[in-house]
């Protein structure tokens, strides 16, 4: 019995991690990600890969890897070309998965999750899976996003290969299956069910999450890790080689980093025979530190009084959030977050009830947007958390509120309308050439509205 480790996607890259582990007769995907370096060497936000063609560009392009046997059937192009393509490349190979061991929840971790057969479960912790649903109720590109349910495609109409979604009142949601490695949360408000479609839209059937700690007859470990989104995991799988640990994106410098460095005494202790490491860092000299971080932006808040700040950081990172909402507690603001935050808050509450919510927290409101046709999720957001604060609001009172915006809600100072104030920014270096693009649009728009950066 042979065991085999094939990193598929993810070395020498950022992110986009498919590592594939075979054992004798169990086989598990080690993450499977979006790749956001080779898809940018292709694609861009107005020429995407055609969701008509299935699969097609994907293996075409490199994004997926060519292997048959454990992708989504219905994302087959009727007329058979990605396999046809597939066969192009020295490692076309049949397989079969019996699982996808999730670390985390980031898109470059769990992203292509969307395009693996549906009976393929998931294994990841409580926090992530709940993670993974909430971003992809608030997700606009279905197509790349569905990691834990899916719209059943169907060929198109005559012989040009196309595939489309098939009516909705003939064809229900697919749940994709999560096991649990942690423990079951109480989720009061059965939000794991929550139909991200209107009443008389595609019917989402109900679904139990179930603890598991196996694969086949081999030992599968989770270890909390520190890290900028909640749940995150290292991993080991016991192999009959011995035990292969894979530690998942992982910190030392964040407000838990005793879990990081639990998690590496417990690893050594497995005398472990492969160590898969994320290495992203690992040249670089130490950052500062989240406390270090926190006492910067506090001084900075305390230094704009009476004038309006924005805090801008990367997306999901609920830890930097918390931080600006006990500086807001400190300086007595609001902490006004969007509404794909709060429903992102609210997700993680049902997991864990001591994450806050604008309910919960009367330093925490969100920021209501003008929009001319709500979508259903913002729609729930307004009926959970009625009080929110609208632009004209923040344009009169701004030394009341901390706004937590993206590059990507930069279009909300218009109505805003600051009279100056400060713009945080306090999320990674920019990695390409797009993001660099962006930190010299943001300045342009720092500088129309006289806000300090």
């Known amino acids: 019995m042979s065991t085999v480790i094939t990193v598929y996607d993810g070395a020498n890259t950022i992110g986009g991690n498919k590592i594939f582990l075979e054992d004798g007769d169990t086989a598990v995907f080690i993450d499977f990600g979006t790749p956001f370096h080779t898809r940018g060497l292709y694609f861009e936000e107005f020429m995407q890969p055609r969701s008509r063609t299935g699969l097609l560009d994907l293996i075409q392009m490199g994004l997926l890897p060519p292997i048959v046997g454990v992708y989504r059937s219905d994302m087959e192009d009727p007329t058979g070309r990605a396999w046809e393509r597939a066969q ?95 423990k079951l949360c109480e989720d009061t408000d059965d939000f794991w069910n929550l139909s991200p479609s209107a009443p008389r839209g595609r ?50 410098h964040g407000g838990k980093s005793a879990l990081t460095e639990t998690f590496i005494t417990e690893a050594s202790s497995l005398n472990p025979v492969a160590l898969l490491c994320e290495g992203t860092n690992i040249n670089r000299e130490p950052g500062p530190t989240e406390e270090q971080v926190f006492e ?20 999901r990172n609920v830890e930097r959030l918390l931080m600006f909402l006990e500086i807001a507690r400190r300086t007595s603001r609001r902490l006004a977050v969007t509404d794909k935050d709060a429903y992102l808050l609210t997700a993680m509450h049902a997991v864990d009830p001591s994450i806050p919510t604008p ?93 300090k950066p």
Not at 136 to 143: E, S
Not at 206 to 233: C, E, N, T, W
Not at 426 to 448: A, K, M, T, V, Y
């Open 203 to 252: 019917y989402f059937p109900p679904q139990k999450l179930r603890v598991a700690d196996r694969m086949g007859r081999r030992s599968v470990r989770f270890f909390p890790v520190d890290h900028s989104i909640y749940g995150s995991a290292a991993l080991a799988v016991e192999t009959a080689a011995g035990w292969v640990v894979y530690t998942g994106d992982l910190r030392r």
């Open 296 to 315: 910067s932006c506090l001084e900075a808040v305390k230094d704009a009084a009476g004038q309006l700040v924005l805090a801008d950081f990367g997306p």
């Open 359 to 451: 309910k919960t927290d009367r330093h925490l409101t969100v920021y209501r947007r003008a929009l001319a046709q709500p979508k259903l999720w913002v729609e729930r957001v307004r009926e959970w958390y009625p009080d929110q604060v609208t632009a004209s609001e923040v344009h009169d009172h701004p030394g009341d509120y901390i706004c937590c915006f993206s590059f990507f809600d930069i279009t909300e100072l218009v109505d805003i309308d600051p009279r100056g104030g400060s713009w945080i920014y306090s999320s990674s270096e920019p990695h390409d050439e797009e993001q660099q693009f962006e930190i010299g649009r943001l300045g342009n728009w720092l500088s129309r509205f006289n806000l």
């Open 88 to 182: 192009r490349y020295p490692y076309f190979r049949r397989v079969k998965a019996d699982a996808v061991l999730l670390s985390h929840a980031h898109m470059d971790h769990c992203g292509y999750i969307s395009f693996l057969d549906i009976a393929i479960p998931v294994v990841a912790t409580c926090m992530t899976a709940y993670l993974a649903k909430a971003i992809q109720d608030c997700g606009a590109h279905q197509f790349e996003g569905e990691m834990c349910y899916t719209v059943p495609k169907v060929a198109g109409a005559g012989d040009e290969g196309t595939i489309g979604a098939g009516k909705h009142k003939d064809f229900p949601f697919d749940r994709r299956a999560y096991l649990i490695t942690d």
